[in-house]
């Protein structure tokens, strides 16, 4: 799918609303705060919730290789080809993208948009990456107690998200999505202070995940959007029932916000 053909325009007050779809040993599942030895399994199929999500409205899909993620390479990407080749909806894809060859490989299978998170921090992989591909790179800040945490939130680092935020705006990155890992896969719901002092500070847009647990979180969010807040990653809340896809996509697309 050509990332280009979907364009949005945030001004008019849109904020993407997108399913996570996270693939480990074949399967789509959920990590509670990102540990690989707490998942709930939601689908056997991958490609079945795909289309799911894709039917219900979505515009974009998520989609983390978490084995990818661990390894240091991806694993499953094959699956997210066979769903960019069965889904008309742009995918963006993370996981284990340590390198160019991998970086061709993801978009030789049709995939829109490659998330870098370990090779984030090197400035010369990410600059290189953005000359060649452009917005269809985004890098993922994944963040626990104010550092940035890498290699499947194995690896903890002395970096603070905001910094890194505007080195890789300085490179060349576009889109950042932004992970409180604290909340992420809890439903304890967001914590906006978090966000709202990443996204005024990154100088790019942003795109949010991590404690999404119901139309609430997703109207707090959704009103930084002058910030440069563009999207909204959601996971286990969709999963669980918590959030319905399409309630948050008719909250997502109003035209006219409330203060």
């Not at 921090?121 to 953005?130: E, G, Q, R, T, Y």
């Not at 409180?180 to 914590?191: A, C, E, I, P, Y």
């Not at 009103?223 to 918590?242: D, P």
């Amino acid at each position: 799918m050509n990332p280009t053909a979907t364009t949005y325009n945030w001004k008019e007050g849109i904020v993407l609303i997108i399913p996570a779809i996270d693939l480990k040993g074949g399967r789509c599942v959920r990590l509670w705060q990102g540990k690989k030895d707490k998942e709930t399994v939601y689908s056997e199929n991958p490609l079945v919730a795909a289309k799911l999500w894709a039917k219900k409205g979505a515009k974009r899909l998520h989609i983390v290789d978490l084995d990818g993620a661990f390894e240091g390479k991806p694993v499953h990407l094959e699956v997210a080809g066979k769903i960019a080749s069965e889904v008309e909806v742009p995918l963006e894809f993370g996981g284990g993208i340590r390198n160019e060859a991998i970086l061709n490989q993801v978009f030789e299978k049709g995939i829109d948009y490659a998330i870098l998170g370990t090779r984030g921090i090197s400035p010369d992989f990410v600059k290189s990456a953005c000359g060649k591909f452009g917005s269809r790179i985004i890098v993922s800040i994944d963040a626990r107690q104010s550092k940035v945490v890498l290699e499947g939130w194995e690896k903890e680092t002395s970096l603070k998200p905001r910094d890194l935020a505007r080195n890789l705006a300085n490179v060349g990155v576009k889109t950042i999505i932004f992970t409180d890992t604290t909340r992420d896969g809890t439903l304890q719901g967001v914590n906006i202070k978090l966000i709202q002092d990443f996204a005024r500070g990154a100088g790019v847009d942003v795109i949010i995940a991590g404690g999404i647990s119901s139309l609430e979180d997703i109207e707090k969010v959704r009103k930084l959007k002058a910030l440069g807040v563009t999207g909204i990653i959601i996971g286990k809340a969709l999963y669980e029932g918590k959030i319905k896809l399409e309630e948050a996509i008719k909250l997502s697309d109003r035209e006219k916000w409330n203060f």
